[in-house]
T-cell receptor
Framework: GAGVSQSPRYKVTKRGQDVALRCDPI?????LYWYRQALGQGPEFLTY????????KSGLPNDRFSAERPEGSISTLTIQRTEQRDSAMYRC???????????????FGEGSWLTVV | RKEVEQDPGPFNVPEGATVAFNCTYS??????FFWYRQDCRKEPKLLMS???SGNEDGRFTAQLNRASQYISLLIRDSKLSDSATYLC?????????????FGTGTRLKVLA
């Protein structure tokens, strides 16, 4: 597609359930990023991939969070045993080149709003 | 100390005013710098990259000061449509890789 596509756009889940958030990056983009954004805050880094390799997962809050990008394109962020504090906007972004390149613009999707009740 | 720090504002300025935002970063090995704009309930979008020599795009001017580890954004002749949150973004090395670190954002409201 033309832009980064995320689904679902809105998800309400009960505490304790698992959720999977999907990201389809811009075609041909090598790098894919996951961020979490709380209201009034900037995006907080979670993890990123170059192709299918997870380069950095230092931002994942705990072991309930995981991400994969098995074929180097679509990525899934999974949250197991959700808790209310997981409620936030989860944003995916992609860039054409590999991490670290100057002028390497990252493009965001519209995000997935997760509410845990 | 946060890796990237911004004054959250809000900055309320009249139309036509000039306004400037600063952003400081802690990692001296940071490689590239950007300003993103985020409208309410929308995704962040690139406003401009920040180059070492400074750069201008219409009413917007970005500066980088590596010695003091800050970047700035100047908006001249503010328009109502400039009202948004401006996010400072730094590409920083960490644990052998690089990642894009966002500041909290500075809210700007341009008043008629």
């Amino acid at each position: 597609g033309a832009g980064v596509s995320q689904s679902p756009r809105y998800k309400v889940t009960k505490r304790g359930q698992d959720v999977a958030l999907r990201c389809d990056p811009i075609s041909g983009h090598v790098s894919l990023y996951w961020y979490r954004q709380a209201l009034g805050q900037g995006p907080e880094f979670l993890t990123y991939f170059n192709y299918e390799a997870q380069q950095d997962k230092s931002g994942l809050p705990n072991d309930r969070f995981s991400a994969e990008r098995p074929e180097g394109s679509i990525s899934t962020l999974t949250i197991q045993r959700t808790e209310q504090r997981d409620s936030a906007m989860y944003r995916c972004a992609s860039s054409l080149g590999r991490e670290g390149g100057s002028g390497n613009t990252i493009y965001f999707g519209e995000g997935s709003w997760l509410t845990v009740v | 100390r946060k890796e990237v720090e911004q004054d959250p504002g809000p900055f309320n300025v009249p139309e036509g005013a000039t306004v400037a935002f600063n952003c400081t970063y802690s990692n001296s090995a940071s490689q590239s710098f950007f300003w993103y704009r985020q409208d309410c309930r929308k995704e962040p979008k690139l406003l401009m990259s920040v180059y070492s020599s400074g750069n201008e795009d219409g009413r917007f001017t970005a500066q980088l000061n590596r010695a003091s580890q800050y970047i700035s954004l100047l908006i001249r002749d503010s328009k109502l449509s400039d009202s948004a949150t401006y996010l400072c973004v730094v590409n920083s090395p960490t644990s052998g890789t690089y990642k894009y670190i966002f500041g909290t954002g500075t809210r700007l409201k341009v008043l008629a």
